[in-house]
C-alpha cells in the first residue's frame, strides 16, 4: 500500500493547487501539518500554473492499495 500526503492550497486564481508527499510520517498531527503549510506560504516556495499559492485549503493522507491478478501465464 503506498500512502500519499497531499496538501492542498488556493492559488492566486482562486483554484486548488495540491502538493503530493509520498510515504510521510505516520504519527503526523494537524499542527505539524499546519505549521509546514504555513511555513510554504510565508517563505513563497512554490507556484503553482495559475499563480503563487495564497491560502491553505486543506489538507489529507490518501491510501492506495492495488491488487494484482496472476492472469499472464509465464
Known amino acids: 500500500m503506498t500512502t500519499r ?3 492542498q492550497f488556493l492559488n492566486e486564481a482562486g483554484t ?3 502538493i503530493g ?3 510521510p510520517k505516520v504519527d503526523l498531527t494537524d499542527i505539524e501539518v499546519k505549521a509546514a ?3 510554504i506560504l510565508a517563505e513563497d516556495v512554490f507556484t503553482s500554473p495559475r ?3 495564497v491560502a491553505v485549503s486543506g489538507a489529507r493522507i490518501v491510501s492506495r492499495e492495488v ?3 496472476a492472469i ?3
Open 51 to 53: 499563480g503563487d499559492l
Open 37 to 39: 503549510m504555513d511555513a
Open 5 to 7: 500526503l497531499e496538501l
Open 67 to 69: 491488487t494484482e491478478f
Open 21 to 23: 508527499l509520498v510515504d
Open 72 to 74: 499472464v501465464e509465464e
Open 16 to 18: 486548488r493547487s495540491t
